[in-house]
């Protein structure tokens, strides 16, 4: 059973704020990854993270940053909210290798107006 | 580069039906790893099996069953008798195993059960 957590669940926010949404994991996992997810379905990497320090961007460009200063902490920043990020943001976390199946918050559902 | 094909975007079956959704990848690698993914209408991602690319055994779990054959290049997903709450969007995953490779995930297929 997987121990991720994101917070909010929920976000409505109006345009131009700055928000942070939370991913946390007990698990002592060393990779934590953020993806966007459209109404479409796909999932879009946006960043990854294989240890403290350590932050990569993924596939799909974003104007949000993260940070990574505790193993258990992987927080995504906005610093302007814009409708165009109006999406689902999920947050998941592996073990080093690529053989780890990553796990899954439950996500945050964000809507900028 | 690898790639991860999902062609059918969304299935509708009723209750007790068998249906199998498709996934086809493409990878250079020799070594490598496929992952089922399925996520509810609550929104979380749920990891239901991960296969490495040297063993080609099927494998069953309950209803479900999956089918990796090397030779197409595929790792289907059968669920038997479908029950409404199988009702999910389905990812198939694939990750490299060199160095320290992330997941390519198939854009999804729906699975609309009903009664």
């Known amino acids: 059973e997987a121990d991720i957590y994101q917070t909010p669940r929920y976000l409505v926010i109006g345009t131009g704020k700055k928000i942070t949404l939370e991913c946390s994991q007990t698990?002592?996992?060393?990779?934590m990854y953020w993806y966007q997810q459209d109404p479409g379905m796909e999932l879009h990497l946006i960043h990854y993270?294989?240890?403290?320090?350590?932050?990569e961007k993924g596939d799909l460009s974003s104007e949000s940053t993260v940070s990574r200063i505790r193993t258990e902490h992987f927080p995504l920043t906005l610093e302007s909210a814009r409708p165009s990020h109006t999406s689902q943001y999920l947050c998941?976390?592996?073990?080093?290798?690529?053989?780890?199946?990553?796990?899954f918050g439950p996500g945050t559902r964000l809507t900028v107006t | 580069a690898q790639k991860v094909t999902q062609a059918q975007t969304e299935i509708s079956v009723v209750e007790k039906e068998d249906v199998t959704l498709d996934c086809v990848y493409e990878t250079r690698d020799t070594t490598y790893y496929l992952f089922w993914y399925k996520q509810p209408p609550s929104g979380e991602l749920v990891f239901l099996i991960r296969r490495n690319s040297f063993d080609e055994q099927n494998e069953i779990s309950g209803r479900y069953s999956w089918n990796f054959q090397k030779s197409t290049s595929s790792f289907n997903f059968t669920i038997t008798a479908s029950q409404v709450v199988d009702s999910a969007v389905y990812f198939c995953?694939?990750?490299?195993?060199?160095?320290?490779?992330?997941?390519?995930f198939g854009k999804g297929t729906m699975l609309l059960v009903s009664p």
């Open positions: 995953a694939l990750s490299e195993a060199a160095g320290y490779s992330t997941l390519t």
């Open positions: 698990m002592g996992h060393d990779k």
């Open positions: 993270s294989y240890g403290v320090n350590s932050t």
């Open positions: 998941a976390s592996s073990g080093l290798t690529s053989a780890r199946e990553q796990y």
